[in-house]
Nanobody, 124 residues
Framework: QLELVESGGGLVQPGGSLRLSCAAS????????IGWFRQAPGKEREGVSC????????NYEDSVKGRFTISRDNALNTVYLQMNSLKPEDTAVYYC?????????????????WGRGTLVTVSS
């Protein structure tokens, strides 16, 4: 069974940090570009960050630039999203998905496999 599983969400105070993980089972991630998406209550799902299949290229949505860092360890079949300086507006369910991309680029389109999401709540 092909599956992506997110973990690492939780409750954090404003200014705090969390690291999300996206682990694959049933297939290897090293041929896939991976994207992180989020959906806040009452809002549409949006792309947050993506990373090329070999980790050499990444994109970030403007509101997270300088605060979030995406990385991957293909040996562990896992992609990470380090989130620092968290704000209340970062509160959302975060999802990872395979996306269109190559070893040198990634996009927020062509999602074939999705995880079930992990909830991040930023609140004092």
């Amino acid at each position: 069974q092909l599956e992506l599983v997110e973990s690492g969400g939780g409750l954090v105070q404003p200014g705090g940090s969390l690291r999300l993980s996206c682990a694959a089972s049933g297939f290897t991630l090293d041929h896939y570009a991976i994207g992180w998406f989020r959906q806040a209550p009452g809002k549409e799902r949006e792309g947050v960050s993506c990373i090329s299949s070999n980790g050499g290229s990444a994109n970030y949505e403007d509101s997270v630039k300088g605060r979030f860092t995406i990385s991957r360890d293909n040996a562990l079949n896992t992609v990470y999203l380090q989130m620092n300086s968290l704000k209340p507006e970062d509160t959302a369910v975060y999802y990872c998905a395979t996306v269109d991309g190559t070893s040198t680029m990634c996009t927020y389109s062509g999602m074939n496999y999705w995880g079930r999401g992990t909830l991040v709540t930023v609140s004092s």
